[in-house]
């Protein structure tokens, strides 16, 4: 019986991960395929109770699914209650789901490959508070980031982020509105920056103000698609590191195929199955 992942999401308009993942499969002598699921709310609740059965592996979640997902499984794993979503799910020898979120470790492998230095002691600005923005600053925070400013557009959300995460870790976490002028200090003083909207993909323009940010710090666009955003262009313009999203997305692939079934190293692999379409400018988001 060929194995299964099904991604739960709606809409679904890109293969990346069903690209990465079957080149995976293959390299590795398995038997299973990766397939999108576009699926309606009322059929997650069946999509779900379809995958403890024989041949399937476990399930990816995106958008708008992933904490209705965490609702449904057996057990969430501790960092993805934190979070607060579940974006991968692995079904055990016995029918068991295991809800766990490879967002977090994604981007700190990402983003400490992009900086050239651990987060540890780092000064970071996050600009966002949604979901992705959750997972950046646990990441952060687990990591030991020295500080963690979060900014967005709405303050409240921001204040809420920063609520959810009190107490943990040893670094200071702030929640500012973006307008608010102290915000430029807060960039001065950045090791990194953190773009975890959709701006530069969905939206046109750039949450970061590059000539605030010191020379030698770091940019970080969670977008990946285009792969060169106005925000990643300004900062290799002015001679910074800086890096898209695409190395999040292949890290935290890895991680959740290894959960699957249990082999790793997988990653090279993935970049090269993913590269054609990274490198594709009329894949559009």
């Known amino acids: ?13 890109r293969r990346h991960s069903q690209v990465m993942h079957d080149a995976a499969f293959d390299a590795a002598g398995i038997d299973a395929r990766y397939v999108l699921a576009e699926i309606e709310p009322d059929a997650v609740e069946d999509a779900v109770r379809e995958a403890r059965g024989e041949g399937w592996l476990g ?15 057996d057990e969430v794993e501790s960092d993805a209650a934190t979070i ?10 016995d029918g068991r789901l295991i809800g766990f979120n490879t967002d977090a470790p ?35 925070l687990d990591a030991g980031a020295r500080s963690v400013v979060v900014a967005n557009r709405t303050v409240d959300r921001a204040t809420a982020l920063v609520a959810r995460f009190a107490g943990m870790g040893e670094g200071s976490l702030t929640a500012l509105a973006a307008a608010d002028p102290s915000l430029a200090g807060a960039f001065a003083a950045a090791d990194v920056a ?78 090269a199955a993913v590269a054609p379409l990274l490198a594709d400018p009329s894949v559009r988001a």
Request: proline share 4%; charged share 15%; net charge positive.
């Open 194 to 271: 953190v773009n975890a909207t959709t701006v530069g993909m969905i939206d046109p323009g750039a949450t970061i103000p590059i000539e605030l940010l010191r020379s030698e710090a770091t940019v970080f666009d969670l977008v990946y698609v285009p792969a060169e955003t106005p925000l990643i262009a300004a900062a290799r313009a002015r001679g910074m590191r800086a890096a898209n999203g695409s190395e999040m997305l292949i890290a935290q692939a890895a991680i959740a195929f290894e959960r699957w079934t249990g082999v790793g190293g997988m990653a090279g692999v993935m970049r």
């Open 84 to 93: 607060g979503a579940v974006n991968n799910v692995v079904r055990t020898a």
């Open 59 to 73: 399930l990816g979640v995106t958008a708008p699914y992933k904490q209705v997902v965490a609702s449904l499984v």
């Open 106 to 140: 994604g981007f700190r492998a990402g983003v400490e490959l992009a900086m050239g230095r651990s987060l540890q002691g780092a000064d970071v600005v996050v600009m966002g508070a949604g979901g992705a923005a959750h997972a950046v600053v646990y990441a952060c």
């Open 1 to 13: 019986m060929t194995g299964r992942v099904a991604l739960l999401g709606k809409p679904l308009k």
